[in-house]
């Protein structure tokens, strides 16, 4: 089993939906959850992270950790086209120097 | 301020070869992790380096081995390179003294084998 699941996708979605992006992990020592979002040819920037279990919002954008479920996700509102790329959830143990990503899901907006 | 950057952007070698990629973290960051992004897979943690000593690796065969310089610049050398190391190879870089592990990525060198 990998330490980190996600759902490849593709996923599809007309301008303005609201996206849920999930991942899965086994590792209960995880702490901080991060998501990146990569652009086709780009390296992967960090949009988001959260320490332990709860929510964080930043604009369009909120990161749920649901540690009891090991379940984390990503919604973003009022999607645009500008937000087709692939999504990439991370997770490392605290005071550790590894990341484990998940593979990726890739988001198409359509306008 | 500079962000990660990586040489070259692509390269194409044939199976045999070796191939060496280049990575300048960001200023003040003395750590640098190579990754490597093969298609379906995801990114596969190949190698860390912080100051100038190899601290991890991942489950990578010893044909894929790097350094660190003095500048905290890095690279990565693939010796007897075969079919599927294509792949996109990032580097990125941290600030070990931060609270978390927020790493930096370049965009990247793909690497292709014929």
């Known amino acids: 089993q990998k330490e980190v699941e996600q759902d490849p996708g593709p996923l599809s979605v007309p301008e303005g939906a609201i996206v849920s992006l999930n991942c899965t992990y086994s590792?209960?020592?995880?702490?901080?959850f991060m998501w990146y979002r990569q652009y086709s040819r780009k390296g992967p920037e960090l949009l988001m992270y959260t320490y332990s279990s709860g929510n964080k919002e930043d604009g369009r954008f909120t990161a749920q950790v649901d540690k009891s479920s090991k379940y984390i996700s990503l919604f973003i509102r009022d999607s645009q086209p500008s937000d087709s790329a692939t999504y990439l959830c991370?997770?490392?143990?605290?005071?550790?120097?590894?990341?484990?990503f998940g593979t990726g899901t890739r988001l198409t907006v359509i306008p | 301020e500079a962000g990660v950057t990586q040489s070259p952007t692509h390269l194409i070698k044939t199976r045999g070869q070796q191939a060496t990629l280049r990575c300048s973290p960001i200023?003040?960051?003395?750590?640098v992790y190579w990754y490597q992004q093969a298609l379906g897979l995801g990114l596969q943690f190949l190698l860390w380096y912080d100051e100038g000593e190899e601290r991890n690796r991942g489950n990578f065969p010893p044909r894929f081995s790097g350094r660190q310089f003095p500048n905290y610049s890095s690279e990565l050398n693939v010796n007897a390179l075969e079919l599927e190391d294509s792949a996109l190879y990032l580097c990125?870089?941290?600030?070990?003294?931060?609270?978390?592990?927020?790493?930096?990525f370049g965009p990247g060198t793909r690497l292709t084998v014929l």
């Open positions: 200023s003040g960051h003395t750590s």
């Open positions: 990125a870089s941290r600030l070990l003294a931060g609270i978390y592990n927020e790493q930096f």
């Open positions: 991370a997770m490392s143990e605290t005071g550790a120097n590894n990341l484990f």
């Open positions: 590792n209960s020592a995880f702490q901080y």
